[in-house]
């Protein structure tokens, strides 16, 4: 008997598309399955069937054995690629039966070896010319399922990537302005197909086509028919004036794809199977049913160049398959396709119903009622439009206008956690893996710490041991490049309050291809980190970077490699010169210093070289405070700050005491910035060591003084925080004054310098000083009372009609 091919043209990622594959499987009972996807994973299917392998997941192709790079330095090239699988993915669906019914599964795409081959160097470019091609991986090379309106341009977009629903070119990524109308139609199948059908949504045609389908005929045929009808469309457009309007290199790899199917296919078919289904994207499904000698399929396969590549299952989210995250292949609203999937009955009901929990959850009234008439509502609306079920556009609408009132904020928050939903899939324990993953699984059980897709914000008190230990393996894999964790603004570090950190923990798939570069550094989390730290520290080209990495390691606990980091620190610290350094390195010893002691750290190294800093930087900085210019003082004004803050942060009375004598060496220069002569009037006065701060204030905005000059004072002055203008009336009084004396013009020059002194206080502090200056007015020094009490400056004429309309409000008008 003949053998039989079926071949399923299909969306990569659809709850309609999936269904159909599982019913025509079914039907079909094939005794071999082809699937779309990189046959190096062909040993890794087994585990699909797998218990504990739980979608989203994602195969993970990448180059074993490579050494790190630099994600700062320039060209680095980073090579790895991902095939996500939903549970509403055809391809998840056609595994899944073939594992079920025990036929051969195996992948027929172009090898990932091939795919993932550097990228040459290219050609310097014109003067005229853009950036330079960038050589960042794809995140999925080849899962073009988002519709053109939808695709996100992005770096990680592979050459060979098409963001059509078809699987064909797309009209965003082909946007050639030389493209006619009829043209850029039929580079878009869907957006052909869905115009022809009436449609200005190729999503939406999509949808009510297929994905929306339950029951009734296969829709296979039909497509198979409309995307050979569409190939044909695009043979007839001239080759030069198509290429053009594609990705570099598509129409080669796209013919070297289409071979490498249809032999794997010769290749099932020779080996005696007889009942053989294909799932593929649907523009590839006349190529495979086309009748091509297979000379010339080998002829355009022979001598295509290859790497290295591993591959592994990794966990996946919803979030990273949606079309906003820049992948190709995305959809709208991979949850709402996950709820089509996985209802049984009545998605719209049950759809509404889980929104209205949601809501709940969030303290918001919704009640039984306001479900019922949503549902109402989207049915009618889907009727309306003549959609054959109502879709996320409908259903979002009733939630709007019944659910949530009219409010936006509410329909936003189910957006994200319904309609995008951030699901984190699962793999098996026996996955591939290499040993820094799987150190790191370790850890986070033992320290009870589960990855999440969502933002979970964690709390950590470093006087319990289990809480050390987790902000020890956070830190240890930010040094890594994996921030699983991310600190909150000065969380432990803006006080002597030390004891406390907050996080904000989210997984992302990305990370995974992060440890396995990061497995060059150590076989465990550790170790790498360990490694990884004295690297950065040999790199390291000045001294603030150095003490970044020596800071890095006390917060990640790495006793390994503090002492040759410290060597190194101190080294440069010796023969550094530059004052600028020496102050930028000392805030970050500083907190390192204070974190060593709230973390038990041993920080004997560290204390000397901050001790030989504070000295080298109270000696270096009255050379280096002369003949500054505007940009170099504001400069240096925030190395004073840091310094400052660093030493208050330090806790010791003799270092304190050093640079505050530094500091009143130095107010009383000629040659000092008006800024500095500012700053450090007010550091001495919060200080103590100032008793005349108003004499000096009413010099520096005296008369003979330019006014760029004693603005720059004014704004260094009030740069630590306007509050001492709202207790020390005479200051107040003094700046009010100056500024009231300023020609326009001169008023117009310091304006902006006042604007960003003023506006960087909070609202409730530029109210106070408001307040304050209002009632100048009315205060001794300005307004005289009267012996009736009342205030000579009142004039009572011009109050008596405001008097008059407040008496008639109240009713009184008759008693005055």
Known sequence: MAAQVEVYGIRHHGPGSARAVRRALEEFKPDAILIEGPPEADPLIELAGDADMVPPVALLAYAPGKAPVDDSAEGSDRRAAFWPFAEFSPEWQ????????GVLVRFCDLPAAHQLVPTPEPPPPAESAGPPHTNEPPDSPERPEAPPSDTTPSDTTPPHSTPTGAGGPGDDALGS??????????????????KAAGYDDAERWWDDVVEHRDEGPSPFPAIAEAMAELREQLAALPEPEVASALPPGYLRREEQREAHMRRTLRRTLKEGYERVAVVCGAWHVPALQAKVAASKDEQTLRGLPKAKVAMTWVPWTHGRLANRSGYGAGVRSPGWYHHLFAAPDRPIERWLTDAARVLREEDLHVSSAHVIEAVRLAEALAALRGRPLAGLDEVTEATRAVLCEGADLPVELIQRKMVVGERLGAVPERTPMVPLQRDLQAEQRRLRLKPSALDKEQDLDLRKPTDLERSHLLHRLRLLNVDWGVPAEGSGRSSKGTFRETWTLMWRPEFDVELIEASAWGTTVHGAASGRAEAMAAQAETLAELTSVAERCLLADLGDALPKVMRSLADRAAVDTDVAHLM????????????????????????SVVDTLVVRVCVGLPPAVAGLDDGAARELLGHVDSVHGGLALLGSAEHSDRWRRTLRGLVDRHDLHGLLEGRLTRLLQDAGL????PDRMARAVSVGTPPERAASWVEGFLSGGGLILVHDEELLRLVDGWIADLGSDSFTDVLPLLRRTFGA???AERRAIGDRVRRLGTAPAHGRRGPDGEDDALDLERAAPAVAT????LGWEAHT
Do not use: F, M, N
């Open 177 to 194: 302005p030389e493209l006619s109308a009829e043209q850029r139609i039929r580079l878009d199948p869907l957006g052909w197909l869905a």
């Open 584 to 607: 930028s390195a000392l805030p970050s010893l500083v907190r390192a210093l204070r974190y060593g002691d709230v973390r038990g750290t041993g920080t004997g190294p560290l204390q």
């Open 94 to 101: 056609a595994i899944r039966h073939a594992l079920t019914t």
């Open 690 to 693: 100032l008793h005349d701060v």
């Open 806 to 809: 407040a008496l008639r409000i």
């Open 761 to 763: 206080y909070a609202i």
